[in-house]
Structure formats: structure tokens, C-alpha cells
């Protein structure tokens, strides 16, 4: 596609459930970002991936939250055992190189009831 | 630590009235800022990059410039279509890492 896919849009899920967001980066790209955006909140650094590289996982909030890249392409994000402050916006964003613009998905809604 | 900080927090224009968004940064050494607009509901949608102080770069009624330490986003003549929360975020060389940091943005209102 032209631009980054997220996927599912929406995601209601109950507290203490497992839940899985996938990012389709722009093809070619090779760094891949993930950011959380709470309701009026600032985006806040969760992962960065960048090629075959170690991932930079300084920004998981916690250990429920891991994310995969296979293949240098897909990327898909687990928060395991959800808690009501997990939701939020979940966005994905992909740069052909390390330090060029990065251009984001629309976003995975979370709500945790 | 990399820091952005943005202001004003909000801004509501009469269409037509120029003015000017503030991005304050703090990075032991910049790779690149860059400006997003984001809309209701969307993600943000990529506006400008600058990586060294003196550039400018310029899009329709938007034209971003760079110091040392800050970035401004100057509107000039702006239309209610400009309304918008407008993001500025910073790409630092510490420690090898290649996140961005964002501020908190400025929402752009554009009065008809």
C-alpha cells in the first residue's frame, strides 16, 4: 500500500485480556516506531526497529508490553494482561532510513474495560 | 534526556491573521526536527524537516525555520482548513538511539 496500514482501527477489550496491533510499514522502509498517544497527552516512545538490529526497547512501560518486526516488514505489538490505563492510541510510523521523516499510521484506538 | 517544549498550547486566529508556533528543544546533538500535523482522529501527517540551524523550509502557507535551540512554524494568511494540533519533534545522537521525542503540540484554530 501507500502508507502505513494499521490494523484492527478499533480494539474494546476487557481488563486482564491479551490483546495483538499490527503495523504494514510503507514497503522499503527500513526503521519502524510504535507510540502511544493518551487523551491529551503528548506521542510517548514505546520501540524503535531498525533493519536486523537489536530493537530499542527503552520505552515499554512495563513487562506486559512486547513487540516483533518478522522479516524486516510486518511489525505487530502485544500488551498482555490489559489494564484500564493501557488504553489510548496506538500508533505505528515507518522511515526509509535512520534519520529521515517518519510517516505514521492511523492509529489503533484501545479502550480497556 | 532530549526535550521538546511547545507553545502556546492553543492558538485561535481570525482567517487571514499570520502568526507564529514556538518548538523549544533541549538534544546533546540534533540528527533532525520535525514538524507533523495531526488531525482529529488520524495520525500525524508529516510537514517539514530541518537538520541544522539557519535552514527554512517552506509548504503553501507554512514555512519553518531553525536556531539552535528552537523551531518556529510561521502561518501566514491562514484558512479554516489550517486548524489543526500542530506536533514538533526532535531526533537526538545520544546513546544510538533514533526515537523521536515529541512536544505536546500546538491546536490551531483558524476563525472564519
Known amino acids: 500500500g501507500a502508507g502505513v496500514s494499521q490494523s484492527p482501527s478499533n480494539k474494546v477489550t476487557e481488563k486482564g485480556k491479551d490483546v495483538e496491533l499490527r503495523c504494514d510499514p510503507i514497503?522499503?522502509?527500513?526503521?519502524l516506531y510504535w507510540y502511544r498517544q493518551s487523551l491529551g497527552q503528548g506521542l510517548e516512545f514505546l520501540i524503535y526497529?531498525?533493519?536486523?538490529?537489536?530493537?530499542?526497547k527503552s520505552g515499554l512501560p512495563s513487562d506486559r508490553f512486547s513487540a516483533e518486526r518478522t522479516g524486516g516488514s510486518v511489525s505487530t505489538l502485544t500488551i498482555q494482561r490489559t489494564q484500564q490505563e493501557d488504553s489510548a492510541v496506538y500508533l505505528c510510523?515507518?522511515?526509509?532510513?535512520?534519520?529521515?521523516?517518519?510517516?505514521f499510521g492511523q492509529g489503533t484506538r484501545l479502550t480497556v474495560v | 534526556e532530549d526535550q521538546v517544549t511547545q507553545s502556546p498550547e492553543a492558538l485561535r486566529l481570525q482567517e487571514g491573521e499570520s502568526s507564529s508556533l514556538n518548538c523549544s528543544y533541549t538534544?546533546?546533538?540534533?540528527?533532525?526536527l520535525f514538524w507533523y500535523r495531526q488531525d482529529p482522529g488520524k495520525g500525524p501527517e508529516f510537514l517539514f524537516t530541518?537538520?541544522?540551524a539557519g535552514e527554512e523550509k517552506e509548504k503553501e502557507r507554512l514555512k519553518a525555520t531553525l536556531t539552535k535551540k528552537e523551531s518556529f512554524l510561521h502561518i501566514t494568511a491562514p484558512k479554516p482548513e489550517d486548524s489543526a494540533t500542530y506536533l514538533c519533534?526532535?531526533?537526538?545522537?545520544?546513546?544510538?538511539?533514533?526515537?523521536?521525542?515529541f512536544g505536546k503540540g500546538t491546536k490551531l484554530s483558524v476563525i472564519p
Open positions: 510510523a515507518s522511515s526509509l532510513t535512520t534519520n529521515t521523516e517518519a510517516f
Open positions: 514497503s522499503g522502509h527500513t526503521a
Open positions: 526497529f531498525q533493519g536486523n538490529s537489536a530493537p530499542d
Open positions: 538534544v546533546s546533538g540534533l540528527r533532525g
Open positions: 530541518l537538520y541544522s
Open positions: 519533534a526532535v531526533q537526538g545522537v545520544g546513546a544510538g538511539s533514533y526515537q523521536l521525542t
